[in-house]
């Protein structure tokens, strides 16, 4: 007996995870590696947040899931970093009145600045409407039906690597619960696995939180066992009964491919020139003088043109429409790929993950073809669909045993614990350990509870992925050695001041205290109990 | 004793020798064998008396180590702003994790062990994380093991119809002395710790941190090189495999692993080799199962499908049973084991035009019929079938012609049965024996035949074979069970049964257990070819 066929071809649905490491130096007045976030902000979550209201203005049916990480989330809610993010675009104001000076004479350049000068118009002026609350703005999305906000790990740890002890993965997935919790007045139901990080077990870590569905990459699914009867068009139950769903591979390749993906063409903007870089000193405002080393100004004047030095000055509007070409594009292949699905009662979906930064800082024009895709897809009949949307109308599923992955490079845990970087973790599983006495002894009197939560907020902030990440990938690797080193440095400062009875020892300074937690002032709630 | 001594006992005798050294289980080892195992752990307590001598002296002086340790890493300095502030160049690249992410570069790693140098992690810990490591320690210590462990042959030893443990059995097993094992380490305190970490397919990491007394111990006790070991310890710990052994120096902290095959449990331990390569275990790690390569999984057998309805709670199961992934080999033993420990009191006759033909459970099927088998009957009847992976009927058929239906592909798919873990218990297995007393016929889908094939002709040699079926399941004895449609009742300890006549076009057959609730759980099990074409929904 042939199943009733659903005229609805599919689903499309995205998932934009958005997370950026806890980057916070009161300490500086001015930090480099703060730009992260502005950068950020500026070239990716508010042209995100202006596409998705302009969305919403146009009646365009849309829907997508969206991570905000604790780590992202609790910067944007951070007064200082929000201090001087306005600091950062009187400083691009100040730079691009300047280069409106330089360029007059050149019309083609000229004219990019003048885009820029738009740009950063539209910018400010959002920032100015939601009074700095993005965060607030995402969240009015979600209840308007076009956002299903996701959590994420508290501080984007890599859990595969984290599981021993099992509380140091339990209290990464609790103290996010209740920071969504506390942030959206909700609980969350999804849950994005940092780095797609999954490992046999996980899911009942999940469940214990009432999170009901995660993203993990395609092999996943490939290796599950059995495998899952409609491939990666349907997500699986695990034994736990949390959901899991896996990443397109061929929508993957489409953007991210630095081959063929889409943002290779020459029409759009080149990520690298930038005149952060490339202007004489005294070309440049105090804001991008400072340090002793050039950094990104997030102003680029030119087209990646091809395999060149000699690039052509950037055309928005070509660039613009050629977006618009690229949606039109992807739609099709979507739609044709969900085409040659078998007939099933429940139409067969595509799950389209990725980094919410890669859409407007790494891809320039990631957020034009993003806000072109979702009105390509509602003319062709193509439903988007955010993921929990979708369980919500489709809740029967196979049962499979999914398999350890991520979606790194090589699709383990290798970019993580490599030569490069596998030190970190016989000290970070110690202190998990060790974190465990810490709050069994912190929490017995009301004036060293704070002294164990910030314990806690240390080795959190120990435990991001990213530091791992940055030392394989050779980057900014001191930064990222230090950071990691700094934090134990703290944790155990603040484990060794604690006595076994619960006081703090004579040759600790409690101001000391205050001068850490000043730095690092995540997680505010905290309650070292999750540890116990 | 002397090596002549003990060669001029009896087995017997020399097994009770052992034991009083505190080995067991050797009783299938040869005399010579056990003469080895006897003189080896003579010379084990012998080191150990004067070990413990000189070790207890050392505690003290070695915790005085520690103290100072613990204050010098309490001095790290904070990072400076210079230190970070020179990134700056470096920062565009950062920030951008997202293209380096996804390229697609050819795995590079070779099968050559890499050491990595770490200093020892455990600088600058507080003292009472010390003291609670070292409690830890001395229950670590009694884990131990000796070299009489080493590659013993798991498919040899493991009982016929045993599953494979699952991962956290094996894991409390560890924790348990195994046979033969004797403590090889000093009565004194001391931390060891070894742990074990997946890295990919191809690769384990593992990093220890041992105490300077226990090492000493090690030396005195006749130990010449640090040793890493790696054991496969999938079938249970009393049937561990040694895959791996490398020597590393004496100040590394860490190590990278080859993994011997995937999808399998391992640990590691940490140890000392003395002159005669005898094994001198110092910690032993955590277990860790090595990841899936790029090995598809069979199409399934079953496919089962749930419901949750995202707005209400997960219903409350019961604890997941440990998945019995079979190979096709075992599956015969564990259906046999499953059959015997069901004690069906198998009542199926001839039932025509019925809807199903049952096997299990007194009440179900009305009243007792006369030609009943019992449990040990159908059993042994079963055991003597081909089940899921083999041919079926392969010799007998061949070269006879087949009259009625047609063996369906002659296989099962994927060679594995698949057990589901929560409302239902399935497996599948087949019986090409048939016989008459136990012949019945079958409707599903309301067709009915006879089962047993005409013979085709007249003739002495004249031979035509069936297949058939049996499914043996279990649910909540509470619940309503169809299968394909048909009701079928469910015995008091939940089981069911069905013969089904093994024809070809007998796609698969849909499960549905309903509770009490109205909630509705179901399986796919399919049959048949291998054919993609026919597994769509």
Known sequence: ??????????????????????????????????????????????????????????????SLSLVLSPTLISMLDDALLRQRYRRHLDGLRQLIRKELLRTRADHRLQQVVQFYAQ????????????????????????????????????THGYLPLLRHPPHAVRAQLTIAVE???????????????????????????????????????????????????????????????????????????????????YPCDPHYRDFYRDIGYELRDDQLTPLFRQGEARRPSSLKYWAITGDTDEKRPYQPEQAMARAKEHAADFVDKRLAALRQQPPAKVPPQ???????????????????????????????????????????????????????????????????????????????????????????????????????????????????????????????????????????????ELGAALAPDGTVSAAFRLERLDEIAALSPIFPALDPQVYL | ?????????????????????????????????????????????????????????????????????????????????????????????????????????????TKKSAATKIAPSRAGAPAHAEKRNERRAASTRSTVSTSSDVATSPAANRPATALPPSDRQIEQAVQQPLAGEAPTTPEAGGVNRIRLLARDPSWFYCYWDLSAEYV????????????????????????????????????????????????????????????????????????????????????????????????????????????????????????????????????????????????????????????????????????GSRVAGSRVAGSRVAGSRVAGSRVAGSRVAGSRVAGSRRGFQTLIGWADDTTPTLGHTLTLGGKTDAFYPSLPGPGDHAVAVAAELVLVGRTNPTNRLSISGNRIPVGPDGAFSLRIPFEEGLGSLTIESEDDRGSVESLRVWFGTLNEANRQP
Not at chain 1, 47 to 58: G, H, I, S, W
Not at chain 1, 229 to 244: D, S
Not at chain 2, 251 to 261: E, K, M, N, S, T
């Open chain 1, 179 to 261: 920071h969504y919790q506390h942030r959206f007045g909700r609980r969350p139901r999804g849950i994005w696995l940092p780095e797609c990080g999954y490992y046999p077990g996980l899911e009942q870590e999940l469940r214990r939180l009432d999170l009901r569905y995660f993203v993990v990459d395609t092999h996943a699914f490939t290796l599950a066992r059995p495998k899952p009867p409609r491939g990666y068009t349907a997500p699986v139950f695990t034994e736990a009964g949390v959901a899991a769903f896996a990443r397109d591979a061929a929508s993957s390749v489409d953007v991210w491919s630095r081959e063929v993906g």
């Open chain 2, 216 to 383: 000493q111990a090690a030396r005195d006790a006749g130990g010449k090189a640090l040793a890493l070991r790696l054991y496969d310890m999938t079938q249970g710990a009393e049937y561990r495999t040694l895959t791996y052994e490398t020597t590393c120096d004496e100040w590394a902290r860490a190590w990278f692993l080859p993994v011997a095959a995937n999808d399998r449990v391992y640990i590691a331990e940490i140890g000392f080799l003395d002159d005669r390569n005898s094994w001198l275990p110092l910690a032993r790690s955590n277990t860790a199962r090595s990841l899936l390569d790029g090995q598809q999984a069979s199409p399934p057998l079953v496919t089962r499908t749930v419901s949750h309805p995202i707005d209400q709670p997960l219903r409350t199961t019961a604890s997941p049973q440990p998945t019995p992934a079979l190979e096709a080999s075992d599956t015969a033993d564990w259906l046999n084991a499953q059959l015997d420990s069901h004690a069906y009191d198998v009542q199926a006759d001839r039932v025509r035009g019925s809807s199903a033909t049952l096997l299990a459970g007194e009440r179900l099927a009305g009243s007792r019929l006369p030609g009943s088998r019992s449990s040990a009957a159908l059993a042994d009847r079963v055991a």
């Open chain 2, 1 to 109: 004793m002397g090596r002549k001594e003990y060669e001029e006992l009896r087995k017997d005798e020399l097994l009770d020798k052992a034991r009083e050294l505190g080995l067991t289980s050797l009783s299938r080892l040869r005399k010579d064998e056990i003469v080895d195992l006897l003189l080896q752990a003579e010379r084990r307590a012998a080191r150990r008396k004067a070990a413990s001598k000189k070790t207890s002296k050392a505690t003290a002086s070695a915790r005085t180590i520690k103290k100072t340790a613990s204050k010098k890493a309490a001095t790290t300095k904070a990072v400076t702003k210079k230190a970070t502030s020179k990134k700056t160049a470096e920062t565009r690249a950062t920030a951008k994790k997202t293209a380096s992410k996804k390229t697609a570069e050819t795995r590079t790693a």
């Open chain 1, 350 to 492: 595509i799950v389209a993950p990725y980094d919410a930064e890669l859409f407007g800082h790494w891809w320039f024009e990631g957020p034009w073809w993003l806000e072109a895709v979702f009105r390509t897809a509602a003319q062709c009949g193509l439903k988007t669909i955010a993921l929990q949307d979708y369980l919500r109308a489709h809740h029967t599923h196979a049962v499979a045993a999914i398999a350890e992955s991520s979606w790194g490079e090589n699709g383990y845990n290798d970019f993580w614990l490599n030569e490069s970087n596998a030190w970190i973790y016989p000290q970070l599983h110690h202190a998990a350990e060790q974190m465990r006495q810490i709050a069994a002894h912190g929490v017995r009197h009301r004036q060293t509870r704070p002294l164990a939560a910030q314990a806690a907020r240390e080795l959190l902030l120990a435990q991001a992925s990213d530091w791992a990440f940055i030392i394989k990938s050779n980057t900014v690797v001191e930064y990222a050695v230090t950071r990691t080193r700094n934090h134990l440095a703290r944790f155990n």
């Open chain 1, 119 to 154: 740009r950063l118009d539209l910018v400010e002026q959002v920032w100015r409407a939601t009074d700095g609350d993005i965060i607030g703005a995402f969240a009015r999305l979600q209840t308007a039906g076009h956002l299903d906000l996701m959590t994420c790990a508290a």
């Open chain 1, 1 to 62: 007996m042939r199943p009733t066929v659903s005229p609805n071809p599919g689903y499309l649905s995205f998932v934009l995870h958005g997370h950026l490491p806890y980057v916070r130096h009161p300490e500086h007045e001015f930090f480099v590696e703060e730009e992260w976030l502005f950068e950020a902000l500026t070239e990716c979550y508010i042209p995100l947040l202006v596409a998705f209201e302009r969305l919403q203005r146009d009646v365009v049916p849309f």
